[in-house]
């Protein structure tokens, strides 16, 4: 069974950019669910994909856009990117939208 | 009020002995709770879910949740050092895909 994956590891983008990043779910699971972790705070809900289509969305600015490819694998797309961006992003899956997910070990981004 | 709130820590315990770490939350509509362990630099692991009132055992982890009070806590029982990690609390209302995680409370355990 592979477990959850995402690339890059790290990125560093200067303000104004635009970046994205990639998670790979585990085998068999169809739900991917993106957070954003600021230094010292739990992660933060940003949207989920359940089979391809977005399945619910946190308190993030239209800028944060995902898909979910026909292999469930998902993308996460920022643009204009602001000094707050600043963070360990993470995907997390699941198998039809249920809360006992999976995380991946994350992208570290930075932005300057 | 933040919705899921925990003791930021840090909780210091010896080697061998329980460690209680609490999260209360704010919405009664909550249904689920997750608790994850997190290793500095790592990304957050599954370590139970609870969505009962009452406790519910694995190994050295017992969760155990109040609704009627809003709390849901995890105890250590035989603490190790490899137990020291941030704890993460984490709240999901029936129908809802926003899962609330509270800033977690960091745990030590010293040999």
């Known amino acids: 069974e592979t477990g959850v994956t995402q690339s890059p590891t790290h990125l560093i983008k200067t303000r104004g950019q635009q970046v994205t990043l990639r998670c790979s779910s585990q085998s068999g699971h169809n739900t991917v669910s993106w957070y954003q972790q600021a230094l010292g705070q739990g992660p933060q809900f940003i949207f989920q994909y359940y089979r391809e289509e977005e399945n619910g969305r946190g308190n993030f600015p239209p800028r944060f856009s995902g898909l979910q490819f026909p292999n469930y694998s998902s993308e996460l797309n920022v643009n204009a990117l602001e000094l707050d961006d600043s963070a360990l992003y993470l995907c997390?899956?699941?198998?039809?939208?249920?809360?006992?997910?999976?995380f991946g070990p994350g992208t570290r981004l930075t932005v300057l | 009020q933040k919705e899921v709130e925990q003791n930021s820590g840090p909780l210091s315990v010896p080697e061998g002995a329980i460690a209680s770490l609490n999260c209360t939350y704010s919405?009664?509509?909550?249904?689920?709770f997750f608790w994850y362990r997190q290793y500095s630099g790592k990304s957050p692991e599954l370590i139970m879910f609870?969505?009962?009132?009452g406790d519910k055992e694995d190994g050295r982890f017992t969760a155990q949740l109040n609704k009627a009070s809003q709390y849901v806590s995890l105890l250590i029982r035989d603490s190790q050092p490899s137990d020291s990690a941030t704890y993460l609390c984490?709240?999901?209302?029936?129908?809802?895909?926003?899962?609330?995680f509270g800033a977690g409370t960091r745990l030590t355990v010293k040999p």
């Open positions: 919405d009664r509509g909550s249904q689920s």
């Open positions: 609870i969505y009962s009132n």
């Open positions: 997390a899956s699941s198998l039809d939208r249920t809360y006992e997910q999976f």
């Open positions: 984490a709240v999901n209302m029936e129908g809802d895909n926003d899962m609330r």
